[in-house]
């Protein structure tokens, strides 16, 4: 069966200081993922999706990148973070062919 | 662009009650999912149900069943039994083929059950 990881599980960070949030998804091939970004628990505003390997599509023009260098490996990224960038950021997965997504367990940011 | 409304930021249903929560889709497309995801306190995002365009039928996964009216554009679930674990935010979604494989949220509806 397929299993989807996030990792850390809360990260508290100071202004200014670099991120980098990890997602890896076992038991398929392909997949497609994607970093959504949830604050105050209401709506999920998508951030990036990748359909393949280096192919990265950005839904919002941000303070954040996201990389995927392996197949199964989507890493969101920042040089320097915001207060703004404080929020609940969720990874997903769906089959190349399906609509519906997986999501993992999320991370929580505070930024200070 | 398409767009998914939940009309419905809080409800409360006791204990055994049925529970119905709407949403409303706007798409000129014609071949589409749609979802109903449940975000329970622990945050984690679950599926619950699905339902293809092209199917009349509408979906049912145990206590949980969609009122699904292409015409109308609504997609509502209805919790049967109602359960305390039921309690969570649950979320309306759609999926256009042709977007890139991109969900499309509604703000959700924060469901309380309440013994």
């Known amino acids: 069966s397929q299993t989807i990881h996030q990792w850390p599980a809360t990260l508290v960070q100071p202004v200014g200081s670099p991120l980098s949030l990890e997602c890896t998804v076992e038991g398929t091939s392909n997949p497609n993922l994607y970093w959504y970004r949830q604050a105050a628990g209401r709506g999920l505003q998508l951030l990036f999706y990748s359909v393949g390997i280096g192919q990265i599509s950005s839904e919002v023009p941000q303070n954040l990148s996201a990389s995927r260098p392996q197949d199964r490996q989507f890493i969101l990224s920042s040089k320097k973070l915001l207060l703004s960038d404080s929020g609940f950021y969720l990874c997903?997965?769906?089959?190349?062919?399906?609509?519906?997504?997986?999501f993992g367990p999320g991370t929580r940011l505070t930024v200070t | 662009a398409q767009t998914v409304t939940q009309s419905q930021p809080e409800m409360s249903v006791q204990e055994a009650e049925t529970v119905t929560l709407s949403c409303t889709y706007d798409t000129s497309e014609n071949n589409y999912y749609l979802f109903w995801y449940k975000q329970p306190p622990s945050r984690q995002m679950i599926l619950v149900i699905r339902?293809?365009?092209?199917?009349?039928q509408n979906a049912t996964e145990n206590r949980f069943s969609v009122n699904f009216q292409k015409a109308a554009k609504s997609f509502s679930l209805k919790i049967s039994d109602s359960q305390l674990g039921d309690t969570a935010m649950y979320f309306c979604?759609?999926?256009?083929?042709?977007?890139?494989?991109?969900?499309?949220f509604g703000q959700g509806t924060e469901l309380s059950v309440k013994p």
């Open positions: 979604a759609f999926f256009l083929y042709n977007q890139g494989g991109k969900l499309i």
């Open positions: 339902q293809e365009a092209y199917k009349q």
């Open positions: 997903a997965w769906s089959p190349p062919s399906l609509g519906e997504q997986y």
